[in-house]
């Protein structure tokens, strides 16, 4: 099982800065099959970005995922009020498909 | 406009049987996998299974084998997830979502339901 690792925990930013969150993961993602969501709280979670860094429809371009084989980030090039949230990554190139356990993205 | 539709919160005791659902809209339910995901309180995402419901052809998580029933009625465009004896550890909200599918077996969620909030308590 590939286990991932997301870093930091929590980040506390401002709005307008520019976010950086990693997901390490214990053995290569084949094909560079990961994938990142975001949950804002009492909501589901919301397709960002697919095979490590297409975006979703309707998912603004400043978020950016970038990164192959063990290490990938998910870049906010400037922050907006409606961006702190929780973000998971998902690997799906290999079985089982397994989560991060989330990085929290807080108000500063 | 694709639409997931659950059925509401559900309070129940240990020992209980249970079966929520998921209902598909806005697209060719029988050609697309859905997904049920479970996400304990406080706690992140697991992926618990998928199934097609053109053929009812399921694949479960390992660590939801024999835990729980996913099925599907094409007829009424509904996917669901069945408990036969809850215990107070599947306490938790769970998620039903069409899935983006690979060759290689692997698949990532593009619409999410709104979620069903299971509470197991005695």
């Known amino acids: 099982e590939i286990v991932l690792t997301q870093s930091p925990g929590t980040l506390s930013l401002s709005p307008g800065e520019r976010a950086t969150l990693s997901c390490r993961a214990s053995q290569s993602v084949s094909s560079r099959y990961l994938a990142w969501y975001q949950q804002k709280p009492g909501q589901a979670p919301r397709l960002l970005i697919y095979g490590a860094s297409s975006r979703a429809t309707g998912i603004p371009d400043r978020f950016s995922g970038s990164g192959s084989g063990t290490d990938f980030t998910l870049t906010i090039s400037r922050l907006e009020p409606e961006d702190f949230a929780v973000y998971y990554c998902?690997?799906?190139?290999?079985?089982?498909?397994?989560f991060g356990q989330g990085t929290r993205l807080e108000i500063k | 406009e694709v639409q997931l539709v659950q059925s509401g919160a559900e309070v129940k005791k240990p020992g209980e049987s249970l079966k929520i659902s998921c209902k598909g809209s806005?697209?060719?339910?029988?050609?697309?996998?859905i997904g049920w995901v479970r996400q304990m309180p406080g706690k992140g995402l697991e992926w618990m299974g998928i199934i097609y419901p053109g053929d009812s052809d399921t694949r479960y998580s390992p660590s939801f084998q024999g835990q729980v029933t996913i099925s599907a009625d094409k007829s009424i465009s509904t996917a669901y997830l069945q408990w036969s004896t809850l215990k107070a550890s599947d306490t938790a909200m769970y998620y039903c979502a069409r899935v983006v599918t690979y060759d290689s077996g692997g698949y990532y969620a593009l619409y999410w339901g709104q979620g069903t909030l299971v509470t197991v308590s005695s």
């Open positions: 998902q690997q799906y190139g290999s079985s089982p498909i397994t």
């Open positions: 806005g697209y060719s339910f029988t050609t697309y996998w």
